[in-house]
């Protein structure tokens, strides 16, 4: 059975950084492209950005030049920087898979942006 468990949200002012990190367990996960997902309150899951196996990285609009996708496949670790934080990049975030039938989602990471 895969895991997914995230951690490193809390609460920040605008402008603030926050760190994510995604530990994958039950698989090595080195092979897949890994994402990482956003739901804010009444609104649809959005992707945020992928990073394939061989790194190349990929990015919504709305975080680009701010976010920063990486992965450490010796530790089945993905990890996400978010820097310039604003209001609405507010929300649970998950990792995933990026392409594919997704692993069971995990709890997520809760980031408040809020001065």
């Known amino acids: 059975q895969v895991q997914l468990v995230e951690s490193g949200g809390g609460l920040v002012q605008p402008g603030g950084s926050l760190r994510l990190s995604c530990i994958v367990f039950g698989t090595i996960f080195s092979a897949n492209t890994m994402g990482w997902y956003r739901q804010a309150p009444g609104k649809q899951r959005e992707w945020v950005a992928l990073i394939s196996s061989g790194g190349t990285a990929n990015y919504a609009d709305s975080v680009k030049g701010r976010f920063t996708i990486s992965r450490d496949n010796a530790k089945n670790t993905v990890y996400l920087q978010m820097n310039s934080l604003k209001p609405e990049d507010a929300a649970v975030y998950y990792c995933?898979?990026?392409?594919?039938?997704?692993?069971?989602w995990g709890q997520g990471a809760q980031v408040t942006v809020s001065s």
């Open positions: 995933n898979k990026g392409v594919g039938t997704y692993y069971p």
